[in-house]
């Protein structure tokens, strides 16, 4: 089992949808997790960030983290056509010398 | 501002050749990153370094190596070794107080002719 798995997509909706994209992962220690949102031919770039369980709130992106379940998710509200890009999920142990783990990332298409 | 510069953009390469990729940061981070990205592989650690003079492999670092010998600059050569070098590759830096956050230069995109 990968230590973290992310819905493959594509994924492709009508303007103004909501979109849920989803992270689960295997490693109990994870505590900080990640939204990153990359456009084509860019780096990734943050989005959300959280600290152990719980949601957070950023305009129209909620990060909910579910500890318990080993599951996270990112949803997007009223969804732009600029939202179209490709969303990294990614998570850590924490401390100085811990490195990020990714998931795939899925390919997100906002249809005007 | 602040940031991470990778170089060049864009590099073709003929098989059998070394090539050098450049990344620069000035944001003062200790820690600096490869990444290598494929389509549908997401991210995947080349090498990494916490500290001037000293870095670590990571999970592909076979055909690549680095250097560190400013806390600015992190090259990396992916030499002829590299069995299929074509890809994108990133590099990024992050603060050793940690927040988690890696901050990603624009990418070089290698070709092997």
């Known amino acids: 089992q990968k230590e973290v798995e992310q819905d493959p997509g594509p994924l492709s909706v009508p303007e103004g949808a909501i979109v849920s994209l989803n992270c689960t992962y295997s490693?109990?220690?994870?505590?900080?997790f990640m939204w990153y949102r990359q456009y084509s031919r860019k780096g990734p770039e943050l989005l959300m960030y959280?600290?152990?369980?719980g949601n957070k709130e950023d305009g129209r992106f909620t990060a909910q983290v579910d500890k318990s379940s080993k599951y996270i998710s990112l949803f997007i509200r009223d969804s732009q056509p600029s939202d179209s890009a490709t969303y990294l999920c990614?998570?850590?142990?924490?401390?100085?010398?811990?490195?990020?783990?990714f998931g795939k990332g899925i390919t997100l298409s906002v249809r005007p | 501002d602040g940031g991470i510069t990778q170089s060049p953009k864009y590099l073709f390469r003929k098989e059998g050749q070394n090539v050098t990729l450049s990344c620069e940061q000035n944001?003062?981070?200790?820690?600096m990153y490869w990444y290598r990205q494929d389509p549908g592989q997401g991210l995947r650690l080349i090498y990494y370094?916490?500290?001037?003079?000293?870095?670590q492999k990571g999970d592909i670092a076979e055909g690549y190596s680095v250097s560190r010998e400013k806390k600015e600059s992190f090259p990396l050569t992916v030499t002829s070794a590299q069995k299929n070098p074509t890809a994108f590759y990133l590099c990024?830096?992050?603060?050793?107080?940690?927040?988690?956050?890696?901050?990603f230069g624009e990418g070089s995109r290698l070709t092997v002719l």
């Open positions: 370094s916490q500290i001037v003079n000293d870095f």
């Open positions: 490693n109990s220690a994870f505590q900080y």
């Open positions: 990024a830096s992050m603060d050793r107080g940690y927040t988690g956050e890696l901050f």
């Open positions: 944001l003062n981070h200790d820690a």
């Open positions: 959280t600290y152990s369980s």
């Open positions: 990614a998570m850590s142990t924490g401390g100085a010398n811990s490195k990020l783990t």
